[in-house]
């Protein structure tokens, strides 16, 4: 059965620094998208990274922040990040697309999501 399971958030201060992990079992992913959903806000993408890491996209407003790499030995992808703000608080989610598949920011694409991990972020 397929699941991934995120961890790593939290509460800290504007500035400070969390690091998210996404590991997955079940069966072996493409590329792999980091989202976040805030209170009442629709989800959106963040970050996102092919199978052997040469393909990374992020959204603007983490660029310099937060980096995105993977340990496909361990099948964990990570989430560093950085000069963390309050806009930065949300649900954190990993997501996943079947081998074969290409890199994409588009949430609708992916077919495995994890539970979710909340990331808060205090003025």
């Known amino acids: 059965q397929v699941q991934l399971v995120e961890s790593g958030g939290g509460l800290v201060q504007t500035g400070g620094s969390l690091r998210l992990s996404c590991a997955a079992s079940g069966r072996t992913f493409s590329s792999v998208g980091w989202f976040r959903q805030a209170a009442g806000k629709e989800r959106e993408f963040v970050a996102v990274i092919s199978w052997g890491g040469g393909t990374i996209y992020y959204t603007d407003s983490v660029k310099g922040r937060f980096t995105i790499s993977r340990d496909n030995v361990k099948n964990v992808v990570y989430l560093q990040m950085n000069s963390l703000k309050p806009e930065d608080t949300a649900v954190y989610y990993c997501?996943?697309?079947?081998?074969?598949?290409?890199?994409?920011?588009?949430?609708?694409?992916?077919?495995?999501w994890g539970q979710g991990t909340q990331v808060t972020v205090s003025s």
């Open positions: 997501a996943a697309r079947p081998i074969g598949s290409g890199v994409t920011t588009a949430g609708g694409l992916y077919d495995a």
